[in-house]
Nanobody, 127 residues
Framework: QEQLVESGGGLVQAGGSLRLSCVAPRRLFGTYTLGWFRRPSGKEREFVAA????????YYADSVKDRFIISRDNAQETMYLQMNTLKPEDTAVYYC????????????????????WGQGTQVTVSP
């Protein structure tokens, strides 16, 4: 299983911003859907956002829509998650993942269809 590597997590006050980065193996860029998920402490992992292989489609959870922006730079083999207007409920470990599936008509791949994952980066938002 190929490893992705997240960075950019940290502690921020409510209303602040953070940008997460995810570096993935070259093979996953160009054809794979990339996504962000998060796991709040004591809760299930949940979908945050995903972006198609060519950046022509992006998908967001309702809880982050209009606050978070997902992007990717295939030349740099890096995906980003710009998180703005952060709230305490955004506190979680954030994971990036890659899926060989596209599923353009249904909001992107399901969580089970993501084959490669990173180790996660902690984001903590203080009140």
């Amino acid at each position: 299983q190929e490893q992705l590597v997240e960075s950019g997590g940290g502690l921020v006050q409510a209303g602040g911003s953070l940008r997460l980065s995810c570096v993935a193996p070259r093979r996953l860029f160009g054809t794979y859907t990339l996504g962000w998920f998060r796991r709040p402490s004591g809760k299930e992992r949940e979908f945050v956002a995903a972006i198609s292989y060519n950046s022509d489609a992006s998908y967001y959870a309702d809880s982050v829509k209009d606050r978070f922006i997902i992007s990717r730079d295939n030349a740099q083999e890096t995906m980003y998650l710009q998180m703005n207007t952060l709230k305490p409920e955004d506190t979680a470990v954030y994971y990036c993942a890659a899926s060989p599936f596209r599923r353009p008509g249904v909001g992107g791949p399901t969580e089970a269809e993501y084959a490669s994952w990173g180790q996660g980066t902690q984001v903590t938002v203080s009140p």
